[in-house]
Structures are given as structure tokens and as C-alpha cells.
T-cell receptor, first 113, second 110 residues
Framework: AQSVTQPDIHITVSEGASLELRCNYS??????LFWYVQSPGQGLQLLLK??????LVQGIKGFEAEFKRSQSSFNLRKPSVHWSDAAEYFC???????????FGTGTKLQVIP | KAGVTQTPRYLIKTRGQQVTLSCSPI?????VSWYQQTPGQGLQFLFE???????NKGNFPGRFSGRQFSNSRSEMNVSTLELGDSALYLC?????????FGQGTRLTVV
């Protein structure tokens, strides 16, 4: 069965600092990988996705993620964090098609001035 | 293209009552999933429907049920509400493995 691990529950970074959120997945074949962001009380918004091809994917709001098959990882990065990036971030995996999407437990990002 | 629509956005119910939440997926999406989100348990998968059939089910008691109609709209029902059912309930419609979320229904049980 597919699974996703986000080892960091909370992360605090200073505004302007770089950010990396970790995500490890377990899946037998080539997965479909996603990062979502959620502001308090809101639904989840897709930041970026990886289906195939270039392992470095660009998303919205200046985020990028790199798929590393050898490490079963799909870490999210941003070179310079803005105060508005404070939110909860979810990594997710699916097998594509009409299959269920499995989410990680989320990482809450706090940004300090 | 309209997004996923969940109604109502907010709901207050009394313990012991039942509640029905609605989700209209993006046009053309045949898969609808439901999630419960609470501060303590995080995002938990409830169930998934595809073409009116429940394909996957999470680890929730039988008080939680759902259905999907021929137009792919889905409803989720919770009977005999408990205080612990207070949560944000999220619906997502999927196409080619990518989930699109609604804004959620905030259910408060008092």
C-alpha cells in the first residue's frame, strides 16, 4: 500500500530564509506526487505535481520540488520565504488514473519576521 | 471551470442529531473523496466514490456513510453525532490521480 511520511510536524523559519520541507513516500511503481498548501480553515490548494519527466518541478508561489527515486523523496523548497507562506503543507502520492490519493500528516510552517 | 463546491460552509448541530454534507465535483470528474480534518488527528481519509460505487473506505465507524449520484455529486452523512465529530470535512474530486479540494464544511457539534 502506498504511504507518505512527513517527518517534520512544525518548522519555523525567518522571513527571507530558505525553506525545505521533507517528504518520503512508499510506492512500488512510479508514483504521482503532489504538494498541497492549506491556510487555516480553508481547503487544500495544489502547489505542484510530478507525474513523469524532469525530476525538478516548479509550482506556484515560487515553490519547487525534486523527485529523487533512489531516496523515495519529494522535498519541497523555496529560496526565500515570505510571511504569507505560513500555512500547513501536505505531501501526497497516488498511482494515477482513478486511484486514491494518500496524504502525509502535514507540516505546519511558521514564519517569523 | 467551476471548482469543487461544498455546502454548507458552516454547520452547528447538537449531539445525537444527524447531518448531511454535500459536494459537487468539478465537471467531468467521476471520483469524489471525503476527508475529516481535526487538530488532533490531522487529515484522515473517510471514503472514496467512483461512478456511484464506494471504492475505498477509511477506518471510521458505520455512523459515517456516503453516496454518489449519477451526476457525480456526493453526499456524506453522519448519524448520532458525537462531540468528537466536530471537524473540517473536506471533499475532493479527482481526475488522473490529481485531487482538487473544496473549501470544506466546518461542523461543530455541541
Amino acid at each position: 500500500a502506498q504511504s507518505v511520511t512527513q517527518p517534520d510536524i512544525h518548522i519555523t523559519v525567518s522571513e527571507g530564509a530558505s525553506l525545505e520541507l521533507r517528504c518520503n513516500y512508499s510506492y512500488g511503481a512510479t508514483p504521482y506526487l503532489f504538494w498541497y498548501v492549506q491556510s487555516p480553515g480553508q481547503g487544500l490548494q495544489l502547489l505542484l505535481k510530478y507525474f513523469s519527466g524532469d525530476t525538478l518541478v516548479q509550482g506556484i508561489k515560487g515553490f519547487e520540488a525534486e523527485f529523487k527515486r533512489s531516496q523515495s523523496s519529494f522535498n519541497l523548497r523555496k529560496p526565500s520565504v515570505h510571511w504569507s507562506d505560513a500555512a500547513e503543507y501536505f505531501c501526497a502520492v497516488s498511482s494515477g488514473g482513478y486511484q486514491k490519493v494518500t496524504f502525509g500528516t502535514g507540516t505546519k510552517l511558521q514564519v517569523i519576521p | 471551470k467551476a471548482g469543487v463546491t461544498q455546502t454548507p460552509r458552516y454547520l452547528i448541530k447538537t449531539r445525537g442529531q444527524q447531518v448531511t454534507l454535500s459536494c459537487s465535483p468539478i465537471s467531468g470528474h467521476r471520483s469524489v473523496s471525503w476527508y475529516q480534518q481535526t487538530p488532533g488527528q490531522g487529515l484522515q481519509f473517510l471514503f472514496e466514490y467512483f461512478s456511484e460505487t464506494q471504492r475505498n473506505k477509511g477506518n471510521f465507524p458505520g455512523r459515517f456513510s456516503g453516496r454518489q449520484f449519477s451526476n457525480s455529486r456526493s453526499e456524506m452523512n453522519v448519524s448520532t453525532l458525537e462531540l468528537g465529530d466536530s471537524a473540517l470535512y473536506l471533499c475532493a474530486s479527482s481526475l488522473r490521480g490529481e485531487a482538487f479540494f473544496g473549501q470544506g464544511t466546518r461542523l461543530t457539534v455541541v
